[in-house]
């Protein structure tokens, strides 16, 4: 239950909002939780004479946001130089324990790079040639069909004509789902999921 602020520290908040200050700078001034102030500003208008210096704050928050993602990517290039294939059969695992089917060999995903990651994986650590995997995807009936297969043939790099099957879902795009779900089998895939499989349970007894 989120916590009682006083009346006059409310009013106080959707003053300062009508006034052009930022969520962090009241939160300063105000001495409150980021949760209670996020409430109390919703739908309070900031006063025409103060947008000019709002926007600029706005300004500086994307190039802030903008200077740390930067900085993210920069660290996370010097944590992780390099993959051996272990640690990518790892991720491998891990991925498939995440998202793929446990009956037989296929994952499925609208995440392009999920998917580029899974087939590139496979091909480089299972030996999987493009002509062994079995490519359908699902879409919403008002999506691009012929753009959406362009798209998935480029990530997965199977041309369209080689693909098995193409699901029409009825409905609009849910979501974030602009070119539909991407399923990748494994033609006679048994083995390949049992040695997957035996890599997670092997994870789940050293972790």
Known sequence: MPKLIPKETIKKIKLLR?????L???????KASHGSVFRHIQGVKILPKY????HGKQGGSIKRMKRNEKLAEERAKKAIFSLSNK??????SALYWGEGNKKDFNLINSDPDLIKVFINGLASLFNVKKDDLKISIRIFEDLN???????????T????????RVNILKGGKKGK??????????KKGGDLLKYVIAIKKRLVELF
């Open 18 to 22: 009508q006034h052009g200050y930022s």
């Open 24 to 30: 962090p700078e009241i939160k300063k001034e105000v």
């Open 51 to 54: 947008w000019k210096e709002w």
């Open 87 to 92: 640690e990518k059969m790892i991720f491998l």
């Open 145 to 155: 069909k012929s753009e959406c297969l362009k798209f998935w043939s480029t990530i």
């Open 157 to 164: 790099g199977v041309p369209v004509n080689k693909f098995v």
């Open 177 to 186: 789902l602009n070119h539909g779900m991407c399923r990748v089998r494994v």
